[in-house]
């Protein structure tokens, strides 16, 4: 069977290969022990394995990727060259795959993915070994380059603590923590803000405001905007299916607009009260419409560091 067949009748979702209920997810540790319990040697390595059970029965295993999930998903773990030749861009001997057999699944997508999640809970729980689900990035197949750069500092103080939170959106590639990182350069200012409305009646939201006025101008906005065209096009659409996600008018007052936008996606990642659907941000449904949002935050958060002696 070519590729062609493979992608058409056995790939089942991004990283989840199928067969009648016989289904097989890409997942990996979470953390190093995980790694290690799991990973013997250092060059050559031998894999360990978690074998799955419910009710006195074998329903599962994580540990070796089958080669029907190697020929469903072949064509992300290599690129070709121009003269036909084949690199590898990702090392199968080294990942986990989660193999579930439980025959009343089928191809219920719900109940699967449900499985998958209560599997990942118990292990962590019960073993201490932590999982999460993979993903495959189109990006790890792009060339790498030998660039050369150069850094001009300046002698402008900035507060440590501002850039310590600015940076550590960068340990992570998750979305919904990128995104609290830079909230919380702008939350930073929370008290020191509030100071200049001392003695009156405020919300959260007001505060936000404040500093996001103080430090950001309308004009700059309206370039960072139009540097790119799909940051146009994305931030001033509506998005119908998540009501959080304010779009932004640029004939309007833009501050106020982001302010409310940032504010009620921030509100919907850190709580977890039960909501209408799509109210909430929640991990592994909502990945993908966050981590576009990431660049707003982002900049407006690089300008409240910037001009911070402002608030």
């Not at 939201?205 to 799909?230: C, F, G, M, P, R």
């Not at 996600?245 to 501050?255: A, G």
Request: aromatic share 12%; net charge negative.
């Amino acid at each position: 069977m070519n590729q062609y067949i493979f992608n058409c009748y056995f790939r089942n979702g991004l990283t989840i290969a199928s067969v009648a209920n016989f289904h097989e997810v890409l997942i990996e540790p979470a953390d190093s022990h995980t790694k290690k319990a799991l990973l013997e040697g250092y060059e050559y390595v031998e894999k360990g394995n978690v074998h799955i059970h419910l009710n006195g029965e074998i329903i599962g295993n994580i540990g070796h990727m089958s080669d029907l999930f190697w020929h469903a998903f072949y064509d992300e773990y290599i690129v070709h060259d121009k003269f036909g030749g084949i690199s590898h861009v990702r090392d199968n001997q080294q990942e986990f795959t989660l193999q579930i057999w439980k025959p009343n699944i089928n191809n219920n997508q719900f109940e699967l993915e449900e499985l998958i999640e209560k599997i990942i809970y118990g292990c962590s729980i019960k073993l201490g070994l932590h999982f999460k689900i993979a993903k495959f990035d189109s990006f790890q197949k792009d060339k790498g380059n030998a660039n050369y750069y150069s850094l001009e500092l300046n002698d402008i103080s900035q507060e440590r603590t501002l850039m310590q939170y600015f940076n550590f959106a960068n340990y992570t590639q998750i979305g919904r923590h990128k995104y609290l990182a830079y909230y919380q350069v702008i939350e930073f200012f929370y008290i020191r803000a509030t100071k200049t409305f001392k003695g009156h009646k405020i919300k959260e939201i007001d505060i936000v405001k404040h500093i996001l006025t103080a430090t950001n101008k309308d004009d700059e906005i309206k370039q960072w905007l139009s540097s790119q065209k799909q940051l146009l096009e994305y931030y001033t659409i509506e998005h119908l299916r998540y009501p959080s996600i304010i779009p932004i008018n640029l004939q309007e007052d833009i501050i106020n607009i982001i302010t409310k936008r940032i504010y009620s996606i921030r509100c919907s990642l850190v709580h977890s009260k039960e909501t209408p659907e799509n109210t909430n941000f929640i991990p592994n449904l909502n990945d993908e419409i966050l981590d576009k949002e990431v660049p707003l935050i982002q900049f407006i958060a690089l300008k409240v560091i910037e001009n911070s002696n402002l608030i």
